[in-house]
């Protein structure tokens, strides 16, 4: 289920041309965005890129100096937040210290002037959400720092928006915690239907809970696209460089090579000692500045020398190996003095032959697993 590839399918939530100045600072430059019912969309970027200033004009707290938001094609500019669809989240979760768990969740219900019956309803149904329900009558000091965090997400529930907005809402959990949390917080998604919003800087998590992210650098978006589509061919050097681990080379563009397999293209790129051949569809022209990037984990290592046929190899020492329990990542140094990182999968425990220390080896990796970066 995916109504986001679906090209007719009506945006839940447009940002329209949105721009956002404080004082002569821009921290929201020109921005269009549009996501759609049941996502789970994360806007992912550096500290001080705008995320949080977009979410925060899309709750109300903020509102654009230009453009428009709509939220299911109605323009929401002057609704103050709590006429809003949407609750949002706060990295602090801000409960109330002197209140129990049931009378946090409470809250924005007895705000609300709902019936007794129905609040006593609903906060049962989120207790049982969010696996407190034992926990009911204790108060925020009383729980661990991952049961706080389910407790705020119950009381942003409780109210029934549309749209959850989450600030950065696994922050401050340790680093398991944070983990087990997201895929909860997709099971929560996915029971109720919503549409959740989520800032983060954390690339693994934008990685693991999206459905879509939106990469962005300083008020603008650079990429929009499905966590897999980000990872596997990101449109530029920023895009690439902040997520997961890539090798970048700078180079010059060569030009086209040969027909590729999937009837795309094998272009070349200059990258000084080497050049890279890449099967990849290329606008520019002969003599651009490109950079050219491969994973390490598409890299192969080996001690033996490849064919003569081989599309990419290159021959260094290896410099330094980290050992990451599933993958290890071997440093290599290359004749002109470069490094080159390639990853391969710890599978078996018996090698035949390790590679160590200072061992000579060849690196080697098929056309289609590098990247040509034009911006
Ligand atoms: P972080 O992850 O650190 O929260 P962010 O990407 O969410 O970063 P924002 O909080 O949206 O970033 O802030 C973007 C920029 O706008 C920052 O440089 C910030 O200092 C500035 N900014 C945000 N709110 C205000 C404000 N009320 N007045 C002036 N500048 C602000």
Redesign the pocket.
């Known amino acids: 289920f995916s109504p986001w590839t679906d090209p007719g399918a009506v945006p839940f939530i447009r940002f329209e041309n949105v721009t956002k100045r404080?004082?002569d600072?821009t921290?929201?430059s020109n921005l269009s965005l549009d996501i759609y019912e049941r996502e789970f969309f994360s806007l992912l970027?550096?500290?001080?890129?705008?995320?949080?200033?977009?979410m925060?004009m899309l709750a109300g707290f903020?509102e654009p100096t230009e453009g428009r938001i709509l939220l299911q094609g109605k323009d929401i500019s002057g609704v103050p937040p709590y006429r809003r669809p949407t609750n949002m989240m706060f990295q602090s979760y801000a409960l109330f210290p002197h209140m129990t768990v049931e009378k946090n969740i409470a809250f924005g219900l007895e705000q609300d002037k709902l019936p007794k019956g129905e609040i006593d309803a609903r906060v049962q149904e989120m207790l049982k959400l969010v696996k407190l329900e034992q926990f009911a009558k204790r108060k925020p000091n009383q729980l661990s720092g991952g049961q706080r965090q389910r407790v705020a997400l119950a009381r942003s529930l409780a109210k029934r928006p549309k749209v959850l907005l989450l600030?950065?809402p696994l922050g401050a959990l340790d680093r398991k915690l944070r983990e087990e949390t997201q895929f909860e917080l997709i099971d929560i998604q996915t029971t109720l239907g919503l549409t959740f919003l989520i800032?983060t800087?954390d690339q693994e998590e934008a990685m693991t809970v999206s459905d879509r992210i939106a990469v962005?650098d300083k008020?603008v978006i650079v990429q929009v696209a499905t966590p897999a589509e980000i990872y596997e061919a990101p449109n530029s050097r920023y895009v690439a460089d902040f997520i997961g681990d890539i090798n970048i080379v700078e180079g010059t563009f060569e030009g086209r090579a040969n027909d590729g397999r999937n009837g795309s293209e094998v272009v070349r790129v200059s990258c000084g000692s080497f050049t890279a051949a890449v099967e990849q569809q290329c606008d520019v022209a002969p003599g651009a500045s490109v950079a050219f990037a491969v994973r390490p984990e598409k890299v192969r290592i080996s001690l033996d020398k490849p064919a003569e046929t081989a599309t990419n190899a290159l021959y260094g020492e290896v410099w330094d190996i980290g050992y990451l329990g599933d993958f290890s990542v071997f440093v290599v140094k290359l004749e002109d003095g470069r490094t080159f990182r390639a990853a391969q999968a710890n599978i078996s425990r018996l090698v035949d032959r390790p590679i160590t220390y200072g061992d000579m080896v060849w690196l080697t990796w098929p056309a289609d697993a590098g990247l040509v970066l034009t911006r």
């Open positions: 404080f004082g600072f921290a929201v970027g550096p500290s001080g890129c705008g995320k949080t200033t977009l925060r903020e600030d950065e800032v800087h962005m008020g």
